[in-house]
């Protein structure tokens, strides 16, 4: 069963940066294309970047490009509670920013098969 | 940069009868990229249909999904109470883009 645990809610200052993070169980995330979607307050869905599968490498929306880092943590060793986990890490943090971050993984098709259950990270002065 | 213009916006319908929401991408899109969420308020969205046709493991067999080029449809061919979200079209190029979301809400 493959499922998707995100770090915690966040309280950020502007201009400060967040870390959130996604561990992936049931799958390896070596094996996966690793996504981060947000969703603001009432808003739709906005993809911030992702590994491409077809290109083998990670790309970031335009918009996010100077702020944006994603990264991650594979390994053989199962004892390692860091590892199979997803990072995406947002800097320069504005009030815009508050939103329902979501990690989700492309499995095979061109699709986000499964989600994580969202972070929400606030911007708060 | 393709768009994705999903329509309507809010849908009202009724249990039991059936949605046509409609996805129409600016320029032709691989139906290969083309996929659709669903999403229900509190929850993360939930994959229904990629490859423009093919349901997701576990996903009921009222859910359809359809076309090709430009434009695409799912279809919920007698709705549940449970059917009553928001869905999202996906499109994949060189970046990922979804639409902005077609309400399903009870008539």
């Known amino acids: 069963q493959v499922q998707l645990v995100q770090s915690g809610a966040e309280v950020k200052k502007p201009g400060a940066s967040v870390k959130v993070s996604c561990k992936v169980s049931g799958y390896n995330i070596i094996d996966a294309s690793v996504h981060w979607v947000r969703q603001a307050p009432g808003k739709g869905l906005e993809w911030m970047g992702g590994?491409?599968?077809?290109?083998?490498?990670?790309?970031?929306?335009?918009?996010?490009?100077d702020r944006i880092m994603m990264t991650e943590v594979t390994s053989t060793d199962t004892e390692d509670a860091s590892t199979n986990t997803a990072y995406m890490q947002l800097s320069s943090l504005r009030f815009d920013d508050t939103a329902i971050y979501y990690c989700?993984?492309?499995?095979?098709?061109?699709?986000?098969?499964?989600w994580g259950q969202g972070t929400l990270v606030t911007v708060s002065s | 940069e393709i768009l994705l213009t999903q329509s309507p916006d809010t849908l009202s319908l009724s249990p039991g009868e059936r949605a046509t929401l409609s996805c129409r991408a600016s320029q032709s899109v691989s139906s290969r990229y083309l996929a659709w969420y669903q999403q229900k308020p509190g929850q993360a969205p939930r994959l229904l249909i990629y490859?423009?046709?093919s349901r997701a493991a576990g996903i009921p067999d009222r859910f359809s999904g359809s076309g090709s080029g430009t434009d695409f449809t799912l279809t919920i061919s007698r709705l549940e109470p449970e059917d009553f979200a928001v869905y999202y079209c996906q499109q994949y190029g060189n970046s990922l883009l979804f639409g902005q979301g077609t309400k399903l809400e009870i008539k």
């Open positions: 490859g423009a046709s």
């Open positions: 590994f491409d599968p077809e290109d083998d490498e990670i790309v970031y929306a335009q918009k996010f490009q």
């Open positions: 989700a993984i492309m499995t095979g098709e061109i699709s986000l098969d499964y």
